[in-house]
Structure formats: C-alpha cells, structure tokens
C-alpha cells in the first residue's frame, strides 16, 4: 500500500548537522505514526523518533532529546528528521517507518510493530 524512500545521508564532522527525509508514495492517511530507526552492524535496530500523521505530536528517545527534531510536510507526503551535534557514535543507517494503525496510547517503539520500511540511508559523522 505505501513505499517509502529514503535521502539526505552522507558524511558530515562531529559537531555538524543533517536532515534526512522520508518521502512516501501511495495512500497516507491521519491514522498512520511515522518513525525513524537507525541500526549499527551488530546491534538491534533502535528506535529514534516518531511523528503522529493527524496532529503531529511527536516522541523522542531519551538518548536524541533536545538535538533531533522529527517533522512532517502533509502535501508532500514526506518526513523529516533535523539531527543536530552529531558525534561518531551517532553514525549508522537510518530507516523510516510507517504503522497504518490508529491508536489512543503510547507511541509504538519497536521494530515489529511498523508494517512499512525504507531501504535506509547511511550517516557517518567522523571525529
């Protein structure tokens, strides 16, 4: 039903910033949560950030507070994530994800819980 790309990666000094984007073709409706992982080789893909479609209430996790910014463009149909002070331990490859279900509670912070994924876009921020 959607298919969503991902953009905006590259490699960028300790300290600098990117925005990455989350372009989705197909149908969005204001059910949908959108969010970003990342994922190092070796470790489990983690959660990041998310985006309501309706409102735009969004989450954060604990470690990106207060250097990330997650945001949405409802005519493009596309996703954004502002990355701030990045550091070489950010540098990993970053995933968008979409969950079609609408829900009254807690934003979904797993791997399983999206139905839809990007192929990934790679970041590396060096020392």
């Known amino acids: 039903q959607v298919q969503l790309e991902e953009s905006g990666g590259g490699l960028v000094q300790a300290g600098g910033s990117l925005r990455l984007s989350c372009a989705a073709s197909?149908?969005?409706?204001?059910?949908?949560?959108m969010a970003w992982f990342r994922q190092t080789p070796g470790k489990e893909r983690e959660f990041v950030a998310a985006?309501?479609?309706?409102?735009?209430?969004?989450y954060y996790a604990d470690s990106v507070k207060g250097r990330s910014t997650v945001s949405r463009d409802n005519a493009k149909k596309t996703v954004y994530l502002q990355m701030n002070s990045l550091k070489p331990e950010h540098t990993a490859v970053y995933y968008c994800?979409?969950?079609?279900?609408?829900?009254?509670?807690?934003?979904?912070?797993?791997?399983?819980?999206?139905?839809?994924w990007g192929q990934g876009t790679q970041v590396t921020a060096s020392s």
């Open positions: 197909g149908q969005i409706f204001s059910t949908y949560t």
């Open positions: 985006i309501r479609w309706s409102l735009g209430h969004t």
């Open positions: 994800a979409g969950d079609p279900r609408g829900s009254y509670g807690l934003v979904r912070r797993t791997r399983a819980e999206y139905s839809y």
